[in-house]
């Protein structure tokens, strides 16, 4: 299993600032993945996060609006940059862990509200 | 079309019902299937995966069918606890990402 911790937990910002997002794992992993899930909608990839190398973003998702620092193994960060209303939305943090089956584990997520 | 589809719902169910969760996926190399359960505002848990021969974790059964690209799942005898939004995940052969349907939400009532 993994243990993921994610902050903020929430954070309330004025439109065009930016907000990094911390996510600290308790062992090590190839990739990180961040997600984004708006309001009743399904979880969305923005981009993979590998230690040593620029994240691959999704379609739809641009680096200068989300850049991702992978410093190491364990720690990632995800910046939502610029902010307006329309990235309001709950950010979460995912790794993959491998064994008899594949299983995604998830940080407490980030509940960001832009004003 | 949405690669991963389910009925949104809300289900609203009386305590010891069953109910039955239904999920269509579009991609047919799709390899991997999983059942996670999301409870109001904390993140998705894995609940279970999905085997072609079916998987039974107690009171939770699940269920593939590859030829109609169809993945079920079947909760017995439900409890208050049960009250959560499901959310059908599929992955591919060739890549780590999973895709999300938008969940189905499910209210057990007294």
């Known amino acids: 299993s993994a243990v993921i911790s994610q902050k903020p937990s929430r954070d309330i910002c004025q439109r065009g600032t930016s907000l990094t997002i911390q996510c600290q794992v308790d062992s090590q992993v190839t990739m990180m993945f961040w997600y984004r899930q708006q309001p009743g909608q399904s979880l969305t990839l923005i981009a993979t996060a590998n230690q040593g190398s620029e994240a691959t973003y999704e379609s739809g998702f641009v680096i200068d609006k989300f850049p991702i620092s992978r410093p190491n193994l364990t720690f990632s960060t995800l910046t939502v940059s610029n902010m307006s209303p329309e990235d309001s939305s709950i950010y979460l943090c995912?790794?993959?862990?491998?064994?008899?089956?594949?299983?995604?584990?998830f940080g407490q997520g980030t509940r960001l509200t832009v004003v | 079309r949405k690669e991963v589809e389910q009925d949104p719902g809300p289900f609203n169910v009386p305590e010891g019902a069953t109910v039955a969760f239904n999920c269509t996926y579009s991609?047919?190399?799709?390899?991997?299937f999983f059942w996670y359960r999301q409870d109001c505002r904390k993140e998705p848990k894995l609940l279970m995966s999905v085997y072609s021969s079916g998987n039974e974790d107690g009171r939770f059964t699940a269920q593939l069918n590859r030829a109609s690209q169809y993945i079920s799942l079947l909760i017995r005898d439900s409890k208050l606890s049960d009250s959560a939004t499901y959310l059908c995940v599929v992955s591919s052969y060739n890549t780590d990402k999973l895709i999300f349907g938008t969940g189905t939400r499910l209210q057990v009532f007294p």
């Open positions: 991609n047919s190399a799709s390899q991997s």
């Open positions: 995912s790794v993959e862990v491998w064994g008899r089956i594949t299983e995604a584990f």
